[in-house]
């Protein structure tokens, strides 16, 4: 497995979360790629809610998440954060970190299908 989230659990609704993915395995800052969270709730299809490129470039969000979420990159740390705010009981899905290698992120990086790596993801539940 290449890219590892860790972060999510339950939590009532209004509250945060900051959910975390390990890039050490895929990503060493030898390329370029385009990085994304995607969620999938209990019988929906898989969304983007948010994508970012490893080396600049415009963060895109979902308009489910826009003004509540936000995208970003440790570079110390080598890892791919999602900020959670003002969570909602509709935020409840399997989060997974995906990849795609890019110069930066299309207008596409808003389509699940466009990613090609993926973590195993991490449950948030809110209730």
């Known amino acids: 497995v290449q890219l590892v989230e860790s972060g999510g659990g339950s939590v009532q609704a209004g509250e945060s979360l900051i959910l975390s993915c390990d890039l050490s395995k895929y990503f060493s800052g030898r390329f370029k790629a385009c990085m994304g969270w995607v969620r999938q709730a209990p019988g929906k299809d898989r969304e983007a809610v948010a994508a970012?490129?490893?080396?600049?470039?415009?963060?895109q969000y979902a308009e489910s998440v826009q003004g509540r979420f936000a995208i970003s990159r440790d570079v110390g740390k080598n890892t791919l954060n999602l900020k959670m705010n003002t969570l909602k009981p509709e935020d409840t899905a399997m989060y997974y970190c995906a990849a795609r290698i890019a110069a930066s992120c299309p207008g596409d990086a808003l389509h699940a299908s466009y990613y090609t790596v993926w973590g195993q993801g991490t449950q948030v539940t809110v209730s």
């Open positions: 970012l490129g490893t080396h600049g470039g415009s963060t």
